[in-house]
């Protein structure tokens, strides 16, 4: 018969076993007479999620064990029933239970101990009281514990929750002694011995006086919380990081208080044996156990290393890109060396005219007779021709000296040469032309990446400075939000923008919750920038940054020329950072597919120029060369605007493109339009315009097609005034249509109007 292997789940043992110690301690702990602490944790172990039997189970024997009497057993039983009740209940309604519930729950069982004890008015109250702080203070506890099961970096208000509920441990403590063996001891010396040895000193003095807190409140003296307080101390001062050491300076520092200070003499099973009992449990536990207390309690020394690793990389990466950033500078002066002088007009002559001469007449029959008869004039007479051929394209018979059609018997051979070699000069000066573009296209480009190197290395040597106390106050938020938070990283950078990354899984669809929290605990607006998961886990990557003043709502409104499928407009609206916007217009020449073909290329070409961060004139510039060596005539205007939401400014870029519109509380200010289209010469030079922006501004961007149906400025500006909406899709929808009415409802050419406004956030 093939044996069952039972497989033991020791996590779950231990657990529950803890849970059962605390409701035995917190059930015999009693503060002026008053012991309301073992109900007020049976419902918050209810609320976090504990098993509902066993904490019925070990409710009722912890309150029997403590207090045997009908009375209490009635008591407890009521408690345990309500708190069942509720908790199926909301299990049944498949809801989970809010904190108001349950504290009216509370209430609710002790509506027995309420009948005994109503006489007692007013310790009832101070018991009703008593409960309802205590069951807070086991929520956030119970909360901390089993949601934040990885780091136990606490708030103020948390720390202050854990020393009250070790206080309490103390008083529950205190009076238990097993054949004068003092438990309380016992568990008092293993919180000293695991904390000094985990190098937390401040933690050590902090649980240590609040658990001779408790230990002073159920004698009556302060002796206790003296003693333990003075022995903590010691110990953290004088004991090194190694097990033996510690134990035996404490155990030297028990003694020395205790003969010295209180001369209460060495009670060899009261004293020594507690002391002797946690420290051999003590040495028996792991090493990588301790590590990783050390890692839940506080900051943990890995963690502020890899802080300060973020600088210092941050350094070096600033480094690394300023060499590179001279690398591309090198690079451009080297592409700017390559590009060929373009020979000027007298020294194209003399090369064709020598051309001309070693090929025509070198091997001419007549040339001793041409030379001596012409001598110096035969070369100004080849000089003319070559130089008529130059400017004119092409020379003719009719443009041969006299003196020379008389005497050169290959005249049409000579023509035909001198028009073929120039021919062939224009195209090679036509190819070079574009080769030096290309030379002078790559030059700038890597001008452009030198600099952008150079300007990100300048924003990345900063020191990021970080701010420990809050992330711990916003993990303990999402907690209490059900969001399981592993970590949190705030840190502020140069421009004093403060930024978060979250480290966190059950992160609700609404991502508003995780914004609400971040904006209430750093009393600043963030939004949530992007959700990345972490590879192999069920966590994810929430960035954050500080959101701006103001934002943006858009409207698009557009049409193709009567006949054609296709609109030879393109227009682009897209986010380059946090808070500026790019939008653009872009009119291919024509209409039809291959505008909008040509208009798309431009416009895409744009796009990632500006998403790499490039500066307009870098943009325009290589954008233009790219067209400009396509040699194929194809133009494109272009109308650009650039909202600086944080700065509040509005960079107007117009190539070729017409005018534009700002509408400000009724009044309209003019974008004048102007410079030739993109492609058209190899420079170019675009109108450029700055102005400030501000709430409820309206920019108003069109196509030609929309300002020639108004035929004049003054006719939409009249138009756009008379407009009572603000909404920009309601906008560009009415100028549209009124472009098409005064053309007679028909489109003469592609017609499109791109509105923007901006607008205060709350």
């Not at 005497?407 to 032309?433: P, V, W």
């Not at 309601?730 to 249509?737: D, G, V």
Request: one cysteine or more; hydrophobic letters at 45%.
């Amino acid at each position: 018969m093939e044996k069952v292997k039972i497989k033991f789940n020791y996590k779950f043992i231990l657990k529950y076993l803890a849970i059962f110690f605390v409701c035995l301690v917190i059930a015999n702990a009693k503060v002026a007479g008053l012991s309301p602490f073992l109900f007020a944790f049976y419902f918050a172990c209810l609320f976090v999620g504990f098993d509902e039997k066993i904490l019925a189970v070990f409710t009722l024997c912890s309150g029997v064990v403590t207090d045997i009497s009908l009375e209490n057993f009635f008591v407890t039983l009521t408690v345990v029933a309500v708190g069942l009740a509720f908790y199926y209940i909301h299990r049944l309604a498949k809801k989970r239970m809010h904190l108001i519930t349950l504290f009216i729950a509370y209430l609710v069982s002790l509506v027995t101990h309420i009948y005994y004890n109503y006489i007692q008015f007013q310790n009832l109250i101070y018991y009703i009281l008593l409960g309802l702080i205590s069951l807070y203070v086991f929520i956030v506890v119970m909360q901390v514990m089993c949601l934040r099961k990885n780091c136990f970096k606490l708030t103020l208000d948390e720390s202050i929750c854990f020393l009250f509920m070790v206080a309490l441990l103390g008083v529950g403590l205190a009076p238990i002694n097993i054949f004068n063996f003092s438990l309380c001891r016992l568990v008092l010396m293993m919180f000293i011995f695991m904390f000094i040895s985990i190098g937390s000193p401040t933690l050590t003095m902090s649980l240590t006086l609040a658990f001779t807190l408790g230990i002073s409140l159920s004698e009556y003296s302060l002796l206790p919380m003296a003693e333990f307080a003075l022995v903590a101390m010691m110990g953290s001062v004088f004991a090194q990081p190694h097990k033996f050491k510690i134990l035996l300076m404490t155990i030297i520092a028990d003694v020395f208080v205790r003969l010295y200070f209180f001369d209460k003499g060495i009670d060899l099973l009261y004293t020594l044996l507690p002391i002797v009992v946690a420290g051999l449990v003590y040495i028996l536990i792991p090493n990588k156990w301790l590590n990783s207390l050390a890692d839940l309690v506080y900051v943990k020394k890995s963690e502020m290393s890899s802080r300060n690793l973020i600088n210092t990389t941050r350094k070096s990466i600033r480094k690394r890109m300023s060499e590179l950033s001279n690398v591309f500078l090198d690079m451009k002066q080297l592409h700017l060396n390559m590009v060929k002088r373009e020979l000027n007009k007298q020294e194209l002559i003399a090369m064709l005219t020598r051309e001309v001469m070693n090929s025509c007449c070198k091997d001419c029959l007549d040339k001793n007779r041409c030379t001596r008869s012409l001598g110096t004039d035969n070369k100004s007479n080849l000089e003319l021709l070559v130089e008529i051929a130059v400017t004119k394209g092409r020379v003719t018979l009719l443009d041969i000296p006299a003196s020379l059609s008389n005497r050169c018997g290959k005249m049409n051979n000579l023509i035909t040469l001198i028009n073929r070699l120039s021919d062939e000069y224009r195209q090679y000066k036509n190819m070079m032309a574009d080769i030096n573009n290309v030379k002078v296209l790559l030059a700038d480009q890597m001008g452009a990446v030198s600099k952008l190197l150079l300007n990100l290395g300048e924003e990345i040597d900063t020191n990021v400075t970080f701010d420990i106390a809050r992330e711990n106050k916003i993990i303990s938020r999402l907690l209490s939000q059900n969001i399981e938070c592993k970590e949190v990283l705030l840190y502020t950078e140069k421009n004093n923008e403060l930024s978060a990354v979250i480290v966190a899984k059950s992160i609700p669809s609404n991502n508003l919750i995780i914004e609400k929290v971040l904006t209430e605990t750093l009393k600043s607006p963030m939004r949530i920038s992007s959700i990345r998961p972490v590879d192999d886990t069920d966590y994810n990557t929430v960035t954050l940054h500080t959101r701006s003043k103001y934002d943006c709502v858009f409207g698009l409104a557009s049409t193709n020329k009567s006949g054609n499928e296709e609109c030879g407009d393109c227009h682009s609206i897209i986010r380059l950072g946090a808070d500026r916007f790019l939008l653009a217009l872009c009119d291919g020449m024509g209409s039809g597919k291959s505008a909008h073909k040509m208009s798309a290329m431009t416009l895409g070409l744009i796009e990632d120029f500006y998403k790499v961060g490039f500066d307009n004139e870098i943009v325009l510039e290589s954008v233009n060369k790219l067209l400009a060596i396509n040699n194929q005539e194809s133009y494109s205007t272009l109308d650009v605007c650039l909202l600086d939401l944080n700065h509040e400014i509005a960079d107007f870029i117009k190539v070729g493109a017409p005018y534009g519109l700002i509408k400000r509380e009724g009044n309209i200010e003019l974008i004048e339009g102007g410079a030739l289209p993109i492609g058209a010469l190899d420079a170019i030079r675009p109108a450029v315009y700055k102005t400030t922006i501000s709430t409820k501004d309206i920019v108003i961007l069109a196509t030609d097609g929309i300002t020639d149906a108004f035929v004049t400025q003054e006719n939409l500006i009249e138009y756009v005034s008379k407009l009572a909406t603000n909404n920009p899709q309601t906008l560009a929808e009415s100028i549209l249509a009124e472009a098409l009415h005064l053309n007679g409802m028909s489109a003469k050419d592609d017609m499109t109007v791109l509105v923007a406004r901006t607008y205060l956030k709350n």
